[in-house]
């Protein structure tokens, strides 16, 4: 009997023990699987506060970065332009008008653009009518700035270094007139700083520049699906030498 309840005692206690490792191996086995789920958790946090504090700072970036405009000097079809106040106007013909624009909309002090048609003959150019050739007008980016903040003789600079000035009536695989090298003043004050500025470029590259310099005629705005058309669509395929905004 007394041999029984010691048998009944060590199985107890056997019994108990075997329990006890089951339930730490339960503990073990819950570890396991608790402990990665809670690693990934916390992996899933601080990627989604990485990303929360990315897009806090694209947005403080952006709200920093000034908006450039679209409607230059209240460009319209044919009508007569006006800058907001303090603000100058500038047209530049460089070739394909698609680059042109989207080196100018990286100028700081660049407040707003547009593409169109000027320097011919014509009083309804449309795109297929200017690569007819017989109109006479250029493809233009027309600008519009702030004096303030960028000089027109600084847009110049971005003129001359963003295209190749030597090549009469073509940029690159562009050929015509409509993508002839051209500057369109609005003042007498411009067409100076603009003739300076052919000197000067001729002299640092030694080579003749057929940039033509003429008072602005009526401008006429492109077709909607020119405006911006880089921007709008990541293209940046035009014959338009690098420029990333730095002067």
Same mark, same amino acid.
């Given at each position: 009997? #007394?041999?029984?309840?010691?048998?009944?005692?060590?199985?107890?206690? !056997? %019994?108990?023990?075997?329990? /006890?490792?089951?339930?730490?191996?339960?503990?073990?086995?819950? !570890?396991?699987?608790? $402990?990665?789920?809670?690693? $990934?958790?916390?992996? #899933?946090?601080?990627?989604?506060?990485?990303?929360?504090?990315?897009?806090?700072?694209?947005?403080?970036?952006?709200?920093?970065?000034?908006?450039?405009?679209?409607?230059?000097?209240?460009?319209?079809?044919?009508?007569?332009? *006006?800058?907001?106040?303090?603000?100058?106007?500038?047209?530049?013909?460089?070739?394909?008008?698609?680059?042109?624009?989207?080196?100018?909309?990286?100028?700081?002090?660049?407040?707003?653009?547009?593409?169109?048609?000027? %320097?011919?003959?014509?009083?309804?150019?449309?795109?297929?009518?200017?690569?007819?050739?017989?109109?006479?007008?250029?493809?233009?980016?027309?600008?519009?700035?702030?004096?303030?903040?960028?000089?027109?003789?600084?847009? #110049?600079?971005?003129?001359?270094?963003?295209?190749?000035?030597?090549?009469? /009536?073509?940029?690159?695989?562009?050929?015509?007139?409509?993508?002839?090298?051209?500057?369109?003043?609005?003042?007498?004050?411009?067409?100076?700083?603009?003739?300076?500025?052919?000197?000067? *470029?001729?002299? @640092?590259?030694?080579?003749?520049?057929?940039?033509?310099?003429?008072?602005?005629?009526?401008?006429?705005?492109?077709?909607?699906?020119?405006?911006?058309?880089? @921007?709008?669509?990541?293209?940046?395929?035009?014959?338009?030498?690098?420029?990333?905004?730095?002067?």
């Amino acid at each position: 009997m #007394l041999q029984h309840c010691g048998q009944v005692a060590e199985d107890a206690r !056997m %019994g108990a023990a075997e329990r /006890n490792r089951s339930a730490l191996a339960g503990i073990d086995l819950n !570890m396991n699987r608790i $402990l990665p789920l809670a690693v $990934l958790s916390l992996s #899933l946090f601080g990627c989604q506060a990485a990303r929360a504090e990315e897009t806090s700072k694209a947005g403080a970036t952006a709200a920093k970065a000034p908006r450039v405009g679209t409607d230059p000097g209240k460009v319209g079809y044919g009508t007569s332009l *006006t800058a907001a106040p303090g603000h100058e106007l500038a047209a530049f013909a460089a070739g394909c008008f698609w680059g042109v624009e989207d080196a100018f909309r990286k100028v700081p002090g660049v407040t707003a653009t547009a593409v169109g048609y000027t %320097g011919g003959h014509t009083k309804d150019p449309t795109y297929p009518k200017v690569c007819g050739h017989d109109t006479g007008h250029a493809e233009t980016v027309l600008v519009e700035f702030d004096p303030a903040k960028i000089s027109y003789e600084k847009l #110049l600079v971005v003129f001359f270094r963003i295209h190749d000035p030597t090549t009469l /009536n073509y940029q690159g695989p562009d050929y015509g007139d409509q993508y002839r090298s051209a500057i369109f003043t609005f003042s007498p004050k411009q067409a100076a700083a603009a003739k300076k500025a052919i000197e000067r *470029t001729q002299d @640092e590259i030694h080579e003749k520049v057929v940039t033509q310099v003429s008072p602005i005629g009526p401008f006429y705005k492109a077709e909607a699906y020119h405006q911006q058309y880089a @921007e709008r669509t990541g293209t940046h395929g035009c014959p338009v030498r690098g420029f990333n905004g730095a002067i």
